[in-house]
């Protein structure tokens, strides 16, 4: 079976492939090809670092795509214990592109909600790739609900290209749906730890994301718009990706700079796959670590900070730098000013 | 100045745009919608509505000000609260070069005007976009400023009215955008704890974190005839599940069908419909003399 | 136009076709008719009195369901001023069956929801007569909400032969919106006046039920379940609706009497429809008059009576009457006891 | 008494139908979903689940609290509340008469059971419904118990778990009955503001005004599989809408699909599914060691 490679790997991959030629030789010849073998696995190691420590945006974009990336499923399993799936909005239907439930993470009783994009093509179409319809997020929302009533922290896992962008999406209300989680996690009254697994996609990844500890994977992207579709409206041509993703700031490394997520969970060389044990022990240990925390701030001061840290999110300035007068005089009604202007 | 004259020098201040809701200009025109003849003076005394077909063109943030506001009541707010650059984010041009350039043009510091005013008499806090503004795309300050109209509005136990027209989040500030709609849907929610009503009035068009965040916590959401209204808009859908969207799936009468909104209402009721709602939504001792157009 | 009669209406309106038959009569006849037609007057006046004083719960069901009864719409139009129609569930839909909205009553602002049946083959069908779907219920309890967080007194409109029994309804959740609005209903912070102006249709009724005061038109009827539905069960005979009526204890005389509703709004001789401003103006009267007292309570003490008043309703005993002792000693394992009972 | 004599009394007791719901008799019988025979002690060794076809029959409501409660942990509550016939209903009989024939097949006083027990060592307040008694419908006296055991459960710091099998509300006492679904609405909407968890387990059949009032309002709420589970019945949709209603579309199955319902859990795992649940919305300190069965 193929597999899957982002563009920029193929090198590695090359290399790999020769690699696991070289060990098929009859053991017979085995000394003479013993130098090669371990001069290129040198070789690959090198190249992999070479390869991953420095990823562009774009790289990552694409490692946070990745099909062999772990998925929210996968962190549920490596993380938390005796999950109890949660079904339906109790309005409308069941949508699996969020999972959601109880589960223990450590000693903690926790609600756990997350967007599952699906491994086979078969899980991939039941869960709608990672892309949640208004039932999704009002599922969400009446699991938020549950917890602030018991007492139970919310812990959520973002993967999605974005909210499900479709007719029936529209109809049944998908804006409100969003809006209305993003005000019931603002005012929720137990700890809430999200963190961004692969991809952040905009509004609908939002939806999971107002808490009071954001997280991501060292490859994982948070933006307000895909790549693609950046380009497509700045250059008309979506295949200038690559720079789009230059120009938004949508790395863990750059979002940590600049304060909007609080930490970022390592990755092995090439992406989380590549030990996934170690990627959940890490993700966990970071969890338990918050919620030990968080869970011994008194919840009238959880939520008072959790409001500062929103109310500082932007950038702006107090002062106008450019003298921008006729609009503003003639809302004033500075009459003749506009007429000596003239 | 007389109001005509204001007319004029808003009229060559707006982008040029072949965008049919852009408000057209000479003295005749052509109506983008129905094509008839329609003279500029008939466009003004209907506050821009097509006399024939009730195409609602575009209103900046100056002209819903006057529409909605009872003359010489308006007091800005945050008026000098600006955009900076902090992704330095470059496209065709930098977006420093993008917000001067808006602020030319449109004679706006930013994509949403915020102050205090009264309608028919009633003090209201008000916040007004202009689509004219980069799009009426929703950055840090337009978050800022309705943060800042909506604690004056606690403080000062006043109504809040905000009036949309927007693309959606600012995309030159990447994910200080996306976190707008975290902030002032916060903010919303404390304003609606203090049971002060907030409607909001959805005019063309209104879509993406705009729409996602404060447009639908209103109590009471308005719209306009005939906007186009959602969260995605209708291009990226289609690439999405290609297919074509039906005719006029996110228009205004069609999010009142799929109960998305409370109502839709034409441009000439708008000012004494806001009054009505807010007539009820206040204690009950204060009811304001009407002032119907 | 055929004029719709019930049965037991059709000797009243063969009179009435006579009388306006001699009254057609040219004038050079008419000193003749006139003693005829006073005569005949006579006797419609006494057949009137005589049909309608003394009604029967199955007479009073299709004075109930007449086609010419007034509607929710005519009282909205008739008791209240500046109605202002607010739509939809924001989630699903706006649903004619149920109109809701702001509106005065009096000097009052209110909110005001009602079920309405519609009057043309157009308007009945887009009401889809008078039987909500889930989404009409959502619709009311947004309003109620509403009415909660901004003070204002609910004045609820009860003709709905009942919640829609339909597929979608019952996908989408018919139960579920009709239990939320008891709930919603049961713990609001404003008076709420419910009045059954025709049919009172089971859950779907219930569902704008709950209330501070409960009146009943005289010739509505409020039932657990309609009496076809209630023959078929009972007699396999749907036609048996008329002695199934008799037994369910539907009408308001009834009603008051068990104390379930709080008050009878008096109906013209053969029904609303003969007098409606007569009507209209003692509805108006009597729920302003029910504001006056009910405003004046402080909302904790309303709320405390309010329950209390559900907590009275039901009859039964303390005591069994029946000794069935084999189940009750099993259950507390009296085992000897058993094994010699048997 | 030995157990399967338990069982043999129970069976002799109960209402002889032909409906497939009701546990078959006999030391042999054949399964009324997939035909397959099955021995009497298999049957029993199951909790009445077919072990073929996974078919599950209806449970008495002492069953089910054999199924649920720890062994002799049950205390019963409100027991001797009975019926009145308020209404003076006859139809083929007199009320009175049908509540008596009632009581007389099943042991019972009333369509529920409610009282006090442990589930794997945790005390809940509990309620059982009993569709052999007057298709388990609910009148004055469901609703009163129902809201007799929420106000113990509030006294005593108590979940609530309230176990479903009903054709509605119960025509004889007329308007009573449909009270009974506010009454009932107006005490779990006091549970729930004291945050005491309630579950609610819906088992086949469960419509009309139960279904309509309390079962749909529990903080979980778990079906048996492939329970009939609706508001309104299936017959009566037919005839309103002249079609055949699609097969099972009122199953717990399809219920979850359309999002009604939290979870579908098969009889031999409700305990500790129901213990589960309990522990996750209890304070935070408090988990039961779990007995598994
Ligand atoms: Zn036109
Ligand atoms: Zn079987």
Redesign the pocket.
């Known amino acids: 079976m193929k597999k899957y490679v982002a563009e920029f790997e193929r090198p590695i991959i090359e290399l790999e492939t020769q690699l696991e030629e070289l060990k098929k030789t009859p053991s017979a010849h085995k000394a003479d090809i013993a130098r090669e073998i371990t001069y290129l696995e040198k070789q690959i190691a090198k190249l992999k670092v070479k390869t991953y420590t420095n990823l562009t945006p774009w790289q990552k974009v694409q490692l946070a795509r990745h099909p062999e990336r772990p998925h929210f499923s996968d962190y549920l399993k490596g993380i938390f214990s005796e999950f109890t799936e949660i079904h339906g909005d109790r309005l409308h239907g069941d949508d699996k592109a969020i999972i959601s439930g109880f589960a223990f993470l450590g000693s903690y009783k926790v609600i756990v909600v997350g967007t599952e994009k699906g491994k086979t093509t078969k899980e991939k179409v039941a869960h709608n790739f990672g892309m949640p319809h208004p039932e999704g997020y009002r599922k969400a929302a009446r699991l938020f609900e549950l917890a602030g009533r018991f007492n139970l922290p919310v812990i959520n896992f973002i993967d999605t290209p974005g909210a499900y962008p479709g007719i029936e999406a529209e109809e049944r209300g998908q804006a409100s749906a969003i809006s209305n989680n993003l005000k019931i996690l603002s005012d929720l009254d137990v700890p809430i730890l999200s963190t961004v697994i692969g991809e952040g996609g905009s509004g609908g990844a939002l939806a999971l994301g107002v808490a009071d500890r954001i997280f991501m994977m060292e490859n994982a992207y948070y933006s307000v718009i895909a790549p693609e579709g950046c380009a497509t409206i700045l250059w008309g041509d979506a295949k200038k990706a690559e720079k789009a993703a230059a120009e938004l700031s949508l790395t863990a490394d750059k979002l940590v700079k600049l304060k909007l997520i609080d930490g970022i969970i390592s990755e092995p060389l090439g992406g989380a796959q590549h030990n996934k044990e170690e990627v959940f022990a890490d993700l966990k240990s970071t969890l338990l670590k918050t919620l030990d925390d968080l869970t011994k701030i008194n919840v009238d001061e959880l939520k008072k900070r959790r409001y500062q840290r929103l109310m500082a999110a932007g950038v702006f300035s107090e002062k106008d730098n450019l003298d921008v007068t006729r609009g503003i005089k003639i809302l004033r009604g500075d009459a003749d000013e506009n007429r000596s202007a003239n | 100045m007389s109001i005509s004259e204001w007319f004029k020098r808003e009229d060559r201040s707006s982008i040029k745009s072949k965008d049919k809701r852009a408000v057209p200009e000479g003295i005749w025109s052509q109506?983008?919608?129905?094509?008839?003849t329609?003279f500029q003076n008939e466009l003004f005394a209907t506050d821009f509505v097509?006399?024939?077909?009730?195409?609602h063109y575009q209103l900046s943030a100056l002209q819903r000000i006057d529409l909605l506001i009872d003359k010489d009541t308006f007091n800005e707010t945050a008026k000098d609260v600006s955009s900076k650059d902090p992704l330095k984010f470059e496209a065709t041009k930098k977006y420093k070069e993008s917000i001067d350039k808006a602020k030319r043009s449109t004679g706006l510091k930013e994509a949403i005007i915020t102050g205090k005013g009264s309608l028919y008499g009633r003090p209201v806090a008000i916040g007004i976009m202009d689509f004219r503004f980069i799009g009426g795309s929703m950055g840090s300050v337009v978050g800022e400023k309705i943060v800042r109209l909506i604690n004056m509005a606690i403080d000062e136990s006043l109504p809040v009215v905000i009036v949309t027209a927007s693309g959606g989040a600012r995309m030159q500030e990447g994910i200080f955008s996306l976190m707008q709609m975290a902030k002032t849907t916060a903010a919303i929610d404390r304003l609606q704890k203090e049971n002060l009503p907030y409607v909001c009035i959805l005019t063309n068009p209104t879509t993406g974190g705009v729409m996602a965040s404060f447009a639908t916590l209103a109590d009471i959401i308005i719209a306009e005839p005939k906007a186009l209204i959602g969260f995605t808009g209708p291009k990226v859908i289609e690439q999405t599940i290609k297919q074509k969207v039906p005719k006029e799936f996110q228009s205004s009468e069609k999010m009142l069908e799929h109960g998305q909104i409370d109502m839709v209402v034409e441009r000439k009721n708008l000012k004494s419909t806001i009054g009505q709602v807010l007539d009820f939504l206040s204690p009950a001792e204060v009811v304001y003399e009407k002032i119907r157009s």
């Open positions: 109506c983008a919608s129905c094509k008839s329609i097509c006399p024939n077909c009730s195409h």
